[in-house]
């Protein structure tokens, strides 16, 4: 298996341009998880699904951020507008629940994004 | 928000040397797990401990989980050049697949 996939490696974009992060989950997993990583906050948890369907989303900063899980292999983080406070570097990770309770999940690259 | 905190924040040692690094949390927990992240890429997991286990074993990695004191610690022996990366500990809840990340700890190991 390839692993998670995300989509860009990077992205440079300008205040209030609309942005979308895209990831493709490892075969046959359940859970997905987007995280999002800076320095002054560490890893913060934003939304995560289970079977497609959002579970947590109460890591989502604000209306300008939306998760979608359209099917089991690809999912997409918008920020629109984005703000120069949105730096950061996203992550997506999955994970298979029925490999038992408590389990490790598998992180994609990340995507490095600056808002200008 | 933070639930687990790791210390220190950043070690540095000579290859050889063995690392501790601790991490310590505020609520109950069901399992802690320790991620290592090397620079530029995203987090891969090393070990997992359930809230009734006390100590495990994975090659060079030891951990130990004290749930009294609401602390673990990640041990690793005989260190490489290839262990620099940050480590960090993560620590789940109750029925939840849900994990809260630390900040993490930065290892040097020089060669």
């Known amino acids: 298996d390839a692993g998670v996939i995300q989509s860009p490696r990077h992205e440079v974009t300008e205040m209030g341009q609309e942005v979308t992060l895209r990831c493709k989950p490892i075969?046959?997993?359940?859970?997905l998880f987007w995280y999002r990583q800076t320095m002054m906050r560490g890893l913060e948890l934003l939304i995560y699904?289970?079977?497609?369907?959002?579970?947590?989303d109460s890591g989502m900063p604000e209306d300008r951020f939306s998760a979608k899980m359209p099917n089991a292999s690809f999912s997409t983080l918008k920020i629109q507008p984005s703000e120069p406070r949105d730096s950061a570097v996203y992550f997506c990770?999955?994970?298979?629940?029925?490999?038992?309770?408590?389990?490790?999940?598998?992180f994609g690259p990340g995507t490095r994004l600056t808002v200008l | 928000s933070q639930q687990g905190e790791e210390d220190p924040q950043a070690l540095s040692i000579q290859e050889g040397e063995n690392a501790t690094m601790n991490c310590s949390y505020k609520?109950?927990?069901?399992?802690l797990q320790w991620y290592r992240q090397n620079s530029g890429r995203g987090l891969v997991h090393l070990i997992l401990?359930?809230?009734?286990?006390r100590e495990k074993h994975s090659g060079r990695l030891r951990v130990t989980l004290d749930t009294s004191k609401k602390s673990s610690s990640l041990l690793i022996t005989a260190s490489r050049a290839a262990d620099t990366a940050s480590y960090f500990c993560?620590?789940?809840?109750?029925?939840?697949?849900?994990?809260?990340f630390g900040k993490g700890t930065k290892l040097t190991v020089n060669p």
């Open positions: 990770a999955s994970s298979l629940a029925s490999g038992g309770p408590y389990n490790e999940q598998f």
């Open positions: 075969s046959g997993h359940d859970y």
């Open positions: 401990i359930r809230s009734n286990e």
């Open positions: 699904f289970n079977n497609n369907v959002p579970i947590d």
């Open positions: 609520t109950s927990i069901n399992n």
């Open positions: 993560a620590t789940g809840e109750g029925g939840s697949e849900k994990l809260v």
